[in-house]
């Protein structure tokens, strides 16, 4: 039997020895075998801090944004292998397509960020120049840049592809190399994944390594600049956060741990509505799918005492018809856990949980199975209990399997101390639809929680469910959670950078950031900014123009165009009662087109489109006989795929006593060349 190879300093390496087997959760066939041994540590992180740190680095944001679109294209294009390989780890087409097509869109999503919400671009600046002087001078902002070591992550065996990828896309983007350990159960699913990344070419030498089997002393090479992101129990998690060297070393440690999820029924939710077949139904897909094995997966199911009978009826019949078996049938709804071992585990929690409650549906000793040796393969039937609030053992022990615990509730009060006696959870939701319900439940229950769901008839149909995490929203939870957040958008990328408060003059900190900032110096060319090109143009160009005297005719001119007559604009008496006001006054939108009217260059040129405005504020009002002047300077270019780029020019409009009127970034699409 074959002894998983693990990619490292740039090679295949077979480890030393024999190796620990590896079993088919449906089969109990022998399929491979696992073991670091004789895999230097040391030199796999040196590999990633000195060949694919430096690699990525060099890239910008958008350039591995289009290195992880690729990506997710070659894999997409391979799924099918991996969908039949996941059938060996127990998951139905259904559950393998839920790990394997997720992981591959988390890639596509943060590709699509990268491109579109950083700059092209090594280093991201974040938020707004702050003042730091009354002269201006002096002033500050955020600069995020990569860390210079390697993102650890350490892996369950439930996600065997979309968690590697998970954490694997948003280290990428923010410049740091990889090192994956699969969990060993589903390590050979894990193991062709990074094969298929390697074949592709597409990443930079060292930007990605894998470890099939123990971590040995890794962690005891693990340096300042490295971060280490885990999946898992709460105990490992709490032994491997509590090593010496993530101690010593301030290493960035994320966890993702135990979690007793919960999902609310609303007391409106009766029996006949709509939302009640959508608890129903909810509570058994999430008991189902992967076999339970999911850390976002129902544990408590919350019910108002008076319905907890109709609940406990509906959900039995709609489990009667789930069909558990060999992936392989079609007709099976529910496969195989993970292992003969996750098995034994999640019947010795049962024990504990049958002790505070009472059998709904289910034998944890025996189900029937549709093609296949239910004493060979890890088959276990779905287990539905009821048990008594009271009680601590449904808040304290996870059966992580397709386990839930039906507990009922007095009321919207008892609701929530119920879902707070998880002590922190991943993932929870509320099944009503009633507003003042949603409102009182999840403002009740979101400090313990890290995502909840708000699910009614009204956006069921699109509703990705109670435990789907997306990519744009954080994925982790507090307290017994973990404390961690595993992605997130930005926050995702911005958890692998450093954040950096840069003080200096305007003129260096534009300098630094490659944005003109308010007090650095302009350009005052021969040219206007507008007949230059992309590759042209320079952060600093500048054009003044004006002054234009707004006239009473103007202001009564466009009120009678568009329709505005606003009093502040019409009736001189009404706006001089107004306490921000001496009289009538412009419209804010008839400024912004004096302006756009003074800078603008008419003829046909490189600037192809105006497409937004950010950031606009009117601050100073303009009378009848007031003279506008606008300053408008090139403020950040970001070259986009094809002919063009984005260019964001900051705009000041001010008036003949040097007051600024109106303030704004005006953003334009500029083409990369151009000739005249």
């Known amino acids: 039997m074959s002894v998983l190879a693990s990619y490292v300093h740039g090679s295949w390496?077979?480890?030393?020895?024999?190796?620990?087997?590896?079993?088919?959760?449906?089969?109990?066939?022998?399929?491979?075998?696992?073991?670091?041994?004789?895999?230097?540590?040391?030199?796999?992180?040196?590999?990633?801090?000195?060949?694919g740190g430096p690699a990525l680095r060099q890239l910008t944001f958008h350039q591995r944004g289009a290195l992880l679109k690729e990506l997710a294209t070659y894999l997409r294009g391979r799924r099918e292998e991996l969908y039949e390989l996941s059938a060996r780890t127990g998951a139905t087409l259904g559950d393998a397509k839920f790990d394997v097509d997720g992981g591959i869109a988390v890639l596509f999503s943060y590709s699509s960020l990268a491109r579109r919400q950083l700059p092209d671009d090594t280093v991201y600046v974040e938020g707004s120049v702050e003042a730091l002087s009354k002269g201006g001078s002096f002033v500050g902002q955020h600069l995020l840049t990569p860390l210079q070591g390697v993102a650890v992550q350490i892996n369950a065996y439930n996600f065997p592809v979309w968690g590697p990828?998970?954490?694997?896309?948003?280290?990428?983007?923010?410049?740091?190399?990889?090192?994956?350990?699969?969990?060993?159960?589903?390590?050979?699913?894990?193991?062709?994944?990074?094969?298929?990344i390697i074949e592709s070419g597409l990443l930079p030498e060292g930007a990605l390594q894998l470890v099939c089997g123990g971590v040995g002393d890794l962690f005891h090479h693990l340096a300042e600049q490295d971060l280490v992101s885990f999946t898992g129990s709460a105990s490992t998690a709490q032994r491997l956060r509590t090593h010496p060297s993530?101690?010593?070393h301030s290493v960035r440690f994320n966890a993702e741990a135990d979690s007793l999820n919960c999902s609310i029924l609303g007391p409106d939710a009766a029996p006949g509505t709509a939302e009640f077949d959508l608890y129903v139904r909810q509570l058994v897909t999430e008991m189902t799918v992967k076999a339970g094995q999911k850390c976002t997966a129902i544990r408590r199911a919350l019910v108002p005492d008076s319905l907890l009978d109709a609940v406990a009826?509906?959900?039995?019949?709609?489990?009667?018809?789930?069909?558990?078996?060999?992936?392989?049938?079609?007709?099976?709804?529910?496969?195989?856990?993970?292992?003969?071992?996750?098995?034994e585990e999640v019947r010795r929690s049962l024990k504990s949980l049958l002790s505070a409650g009472e059998l709904v549906y289910g034998d944890p000793e025996h189900v029937d199975v549709v093609g296949a040796d239910d004493e060979r393969g890890a088959f276990l039937s779905p287990i539905l209990l009821r048990a008594d609030a009271t009680r601590d053992e449904p808040h304290e022990v996870e059966a992580f399997g397709p386990v839930s615990t039906l507990i009922g509730y007095r009321d919207l009060d008892d609701a929530v101390q119920l879902a707070a006696r998880g002590r922190g959870s991943l993932a929870g939701s509320l099944v009503t639809g009633d507003p003042d319900v949603a409102a009182r439940i999840v403002r009740g229950i979101a400090p313990w929680h890290g995502r909840l769901l708000v699910l009614d008839q009204h956006d069921a149909e699109e509703s990705t469910g109670h435990g789907s995490p997306l990519p744009t929203l954080v994925h982790g939870g507090p307290g017994r959670a973990g404390g961690g957040e595993e992605m997130g958008g930005l926050r995702g990328v911005a958890h692998h950078m450093q954040r950096t408060a840069v003080q200096a003059s305007p003129r260096m900190l534009s300098a630094v950031t490659g944005r003109w900032v308010p007090g650095a110096p302009r350009t005052h060319g021969d040219v206007h900014p507008?007949?230059?090109?992309?590759?042209?143009?320079?952060?600093?160009?500048?054009?003044?123009?004006?002054?234009?005297?707004?006239?009473l005719e103007d202001i009564e001119h466009f009120a009678d165009f568009t329709g505005d007559t606003f009093y502040a604009?019409?009736?001189?008496?009404?706006?001089?009662?107004?306490?921000?006001?001496?009289?009538?006054?412009?419209?804010?939108y008839l400024i912004l087109s004096f302006a756009a009217g003074l800078f603008v260059d008419p003829a046909p040129g490189p600037v192809l489109a105006n497409y937004g405005i950010d950031n606009?504020?009117?601050?100073?009002?303009?009378?009848?006989?007031?003279?506008?002047?606008?300053?408008?300077?090139?403020?950040?270019i970001t070259p986009r795929p094809g002919d063009y780029g984005e260019v964001r020019w900051d705009a000041q409009v001010t008036k003949q006593d040097g007051s600024v009127v109106a303030s704004y970034d005006l953003l334009t699409m500029v083409a990369k060349q151009w000739s005249r």
């Open 313 to 343: 009826a509906a959900a039995h019949d709609r489990l009667a018809g789930v069909v558990v078996g060999n992936p392989a049938d079609p007709s099976v709804r529910m496969g195989a856990l993970a292992g003969l071992e996750q098995r």
């Open 530 to 551: 507008f007949r230059r090109s992309l590759a042209q143009l320079r952060v600093g160009d500048t054009v003044v123009a004006g002054p234009r005297t707004v006239s």
């Open 616 to 636: 606009l504020r009117f601050l100073t009002p303009v009378y009848p006989g007031d003279e506008l002047t606008v300053t408008l300077t090139c403020k950040q």
């Open 13 to 51: 390496v077979r480890p030393d020895g024999e190796g620990q087997p590896l079993y088919d959760a449906v089969t109990g066939e022998e399929i491979a075998r696992i073991s670091s041994a004789g895999i230097d540590m040391r030199h796999v992180l040196d590999h990633g801090r000195r060949v």
């Open 569 to 588: 604009h019409m009736d001189e008496a009404a706006a001089a009662a107004n306490p921000f006001f001496d009289g009538r006054v412009a419209h804010g």
């Open 246 to 248: 993530v101690s010593q």
């Open 165 to 196: 990828l998970e954490k694997f896309a948003p280290a990428f983007v923010a410049g740091v190399p990889s090192v994956v350990k699969p969990a060993t159960p589903t390590a050979y699913l894990t193991a062709r994944l990074a094969e298929m």
